[in-house]
């Protein structure tokens, strides 16, 4: 069986082939990610600059990963005139990538596809319905069932690459940490399927956190890699400031987490230091590793509160802040009582690969064409908050 993935949630265009064998065993066939460098000069994502951005890059980058799996075979046709009318209509709002996908369509003949996942939210709007009409153009013309994906579970499950292995049991309950740039939640996971938040950032995301933190410091976007590389190399070396910064619901008995009071005891600091100090190597060495530190600790301080609370086996790591060397350094030294499980830094960050292992679990939650959409907002499982909002009624 192969499934064709596409993510488009935010600023990268994913496209993954994954190939499964009758033994259930996972074979990459391809996994290309093209990153939107466009954003590096506005500190942040822009949806609608995004969302052009994938109309520009989803058929070459999918041309590149049917080539890298060996199913791109070139055969002219002419796709007849319904065809191209309900490939208008699917793309309507997407009209540069309507000509990009039709000459594709009429230079390639069918790929061996058996499906297509494509993730259907959370994210940025625009971006997502991009990628979700793209999938419906290849699913319409190709006859391809879409199994449509949650990005967060797409995170998470980006961990059983090597699931025919795992000796489930042993693996369940287990407690995800899920942390990118929009998201930071405890999800507690009684198995592949079954999620329940159990705690979330009442305002900023980590990632946000660190991009934010790094804007101001005139470091670039995405702000995560670029902070954690200038702390990793200073992290042992001497202080001369004092940028202690505060660790926001630490203590706290819930399981919530609150990044923005964090992003603006940074501004104060800034504010507050002589611009010549602020530009100085050793200030911006110092602060990157202050940022690095705090965040660090309140994640992993009450991902392990939670995970003690609720008896699980594994701590699961997944999202682009998950890359993060200091955190998975700080997971293994504190929390050895648990399994954990983090994915290669180059899958912790979005990718095409994660849906289509997540496609290859929920390959039985089946859509067409006709009635995928996007959902911003989308949630795994049914969250805390949500659960006694409805006992409420
Ligand atoms: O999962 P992801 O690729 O996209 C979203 O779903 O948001 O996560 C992107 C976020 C950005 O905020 C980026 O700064 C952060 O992940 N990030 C990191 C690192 N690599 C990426 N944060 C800290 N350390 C890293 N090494
Ligand atoms: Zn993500």
């Not at 319904?82 to 996908?101: A, D, G, H, P, V």
């Not at 797409?154 to 407690?175: D, R, S, W, Y």
């Not at 005139?218 to 200038?230: A, D, H, M, N, T």
Request: proline share 5%; glycine share 6%.
């Amino acid at each position: 069986m192969n499934i064709l993935a596409i993510e488009t949630s935010c600023d990268d265009t994913g496209i993954a082939v994954l190939q499964v064998s009758s033994s259930s065993s996972f074979k990459v066939l391809a996994n290309v990610v093209s990153s939107q460098p466009i954003h590096q000069n506005y500190g942040g994502v822009f949806p609608m600059m995004a969302k052009r951005e994938h109309q520009a890059n989803l058929v070459p980058v999918l041309a590149r990963a049917l080539k890298l799996a060996k199913l791109a075979n070139p055969k002219s046709q002419i796709l007849n005139p319904k065809q191209i009318q309900t490939l208008k209509e699917i793309l309507e709002k997407e009209s540069k990538l309507f000509e990009f996908t039709k000459d594709f369509l009429e230079t390639y003949e069918k790929p061996n596809i058996d499906y297509i996942a494509v993730t259907h939210g959370p994210g940025l709007e625009p971006c997502l319905w991009v990628g979700i009409n793209f999938a419906r153009a290849l699913s319409y013309i190709w006859d391809i069932p879409l199994i449509p994906i949650n990005h967060i579970e797409g995170h998470i499950l980006v961990n059983f690459m090597k699931h025919e292995t795992h000796n489930m049991k042993q693996v369940f309950p287990a407690m995800a940490l899920v942390v990118s740039g929009g998201h930071t939640q405890l999800i507690l996971m009684k198995k592949i399927g079954k999620y329940e938040i159990i705690g979330e950032t009442r305002d900023d995301a980590a990632g946000e956190c660190f991009d934010k933190c790094a804007n101001m410091l005139g470091l670039g976007y995405p702000g995560g890699p670029i902070i954690s590389k200038i702390a990793d190399n200073y992290k042992l070396k001497p202080r001369s400031y004092n940028l202690v910064l505060p660790r926001p619901m630490i203590h706290s008995k819930d399981y919530d987490f609150s990044f923005s009071g964090l992003k603006t005891s940074v501004l104060y600091k800034i504010r507050d230091t002589d611009p010549k100090i602020v530009k100085s190597k050793k200030f911006i060495s110092e602060m990157t590793t202050a940022i690095q530190d705090a965040i660090v600790d309140v994640l992993v301080k009450k991902t392990i509160n939670a995970a003690k609370a609720y008896k699980v086996k594994t701590i699961i790591l997944g999202g682009g802040v998950s890359a993060n060397q200091e955190l998975r350094k700080q997971f293994k030294l504190q929390a050895s009582s648990f399994k954990l499980q983090a994915p290669d830094p180059k899958l912790s960050t979005d990718n095409g690969l994660m849906i289509a292992v997540a496609g290859y679990f929920n390959r039985n939650k089946k859509a067409t064409w006709k009635n995928l959409v996007a959902e911003a907002n989308l949630r795994v499982g049914q969250s805390r908050h949500a659960r006694k909002t409805l006992q409420k009624h």
